[in-house]
C-alpha cells in the first residue's frame, strides 16, 4: 500500500511475511533476551525452528512460529 505525503512523494509498505526466517539473534533482539535464552526455548520444544544448511547447523525461526510463541507466552 502506498500511503501520499504531503509534498506529493508516496511511502510504500512491505506486507509482513509470516514465512520469513529469523536468525536466533533476531529473535533475541526481538524479544530482549540472550541468544542462549531463544535456544533454549527451541531445545524445549517452546518455539518451532528449522535448522538449515548441510551440516544443520544453521537455525531459524519462522516469524509466525515467533509470533505464536509470544503470543503463548507473553506475560
Known amino acids: 500500500m502506498a ?6 512523494g508516496a ?6 511475511d509470516p514465512d520469513k526466517l529469523l536468525t ?3 529473535v533475541a533482539e526481538l524479544d530482549r533476551c540472550s541468544e542462549k535464552t531463544v535456544r533454549r ?7 518451532n525452528a528449522t ?3 548441510v551440516n544443520g547447523r544453521l537455525v531459524r525461526v519462522k ?3 515467533h509470533a505464536a510463541y509470544r503470543a503463548a507466552f507473553s506475560g
Do not use: T, Y
Request: proline fraction near 0%; glycine fraction near 10%.
Open 3 to 8: 500511503q501520499k505525503l504531503a509534498n506529493g
Open 11 to 16: 511511502v510504500f509498505r512491505r506486507k509482513e
Open 24 to 26: 536466533v539473534s533476531e
Open 41 to 47: 526455548a527451541i531445545d524445549a520444544g517452546l518455539l
Open 51 to 53: 535448522r538449515i544448511g
Open 63 to 65: 516469524k509466525a512460529d
